[in-house]
Structure formats: C-alpha cells, structure tokens
C-alpha cells in the first residue's frame, strides 16, 4: 500500500517526497491503528478544499478501497520546515518509501 501511494504522489506531483511515520515506524502499530504517511512538494495547493481533493485523487491512483486507515498528510517544503514533527520525519533517512 505504501509503494502505490508513493508511486501515486510522486507521479501527481512530479518527484514528491513521501515519508512513513507514526506508530508503524515506532514499532507501535496495531490492528486499530492508522498508516500515516507524509507528502511534501512544491505543487500541494494552499487550499482546504484543493487538498481534500488531492488526497482523494492520490486515494483513487493508488487504489486504495473507500475505506482504508491511510491517513495522507500534505505539506510544501515551506510547511513541512516550519513544522517540527514534519521537519523530524524529513530528516530521518529510513522511514520514506
């Protein structure tokens, strides 16, 4: 699932960068819990509604079923710098896909 979101967004936003974090990389993860995957580019819109729409055209691309427990983060360079739970994930040289 990781591998088809990554081809997803790196194709949709040509050469995004696409990180894994959260409780499946801390060894955390359970049955309950989510997938959380970061996306960082240039090209994310600055919109609420433009976002929505692009994690649901990364969804479709990387046919995930309606219901699924990936949770898609967005950020620009800009954003995900600024942020310091983003700018950690960046850093870290393993959990990308």
Same mark, same amino acid.
């Given at each position: 699932?990781?591998?088809?979101?990554?081809?997803? #967004?790196?194709?949709? &936003?040509?050469? %995004? $960068?696409? =990180?894994?974090?959260?409780?499946?990389?801390?060894?955390?993860?359970?049955?309950?819990?989510?997938?959380?995957?970061?996306?960082?580019?240039?090209?994310?819109?600055?919109?609420?509604? #433009?976002?929505?729409? &692009?994690?649901? %055209? $990364?969804? =479709?691309?990387?046919?995930?079923?309606?219901?699924?427990?990936?949770?898609?983060?967005?950020?620009?360079?800009?954003?995900?710098?600024?942020?310091?739970?983003?700018?950690?994930?960046?850093?870290?040289?393993?959990?990308?896909?």
């Amino acid at each position: 699932m990781v591998r088809r979101i990554s081809i997803a #967004a790196k194709k949709l &936003l040509d050469g %995004a $960068l696409v =990180k894994v974090f959260g409780s499946a990389v801390s060894g955390d993860y359970t049955a309950s819990s989510d997938l959380d995957i970061l996306v960082v580019s240039p090209k994310i819109p600055r919109g609420a509604l #433009a976002r929505a729409e &692009l994690k649901v %055209a $990364l969804e =479709k691309r990387a046919r995930l079923p309606l219901i699924n427990s990936v949770e898609i983060h967005l950020a620009t360079p800009e954003e995900a710098e600024t942020n310091p739970i983003y700018r950690e994930i960046i850093l870290k040289p393993t959990s990308g896909a």
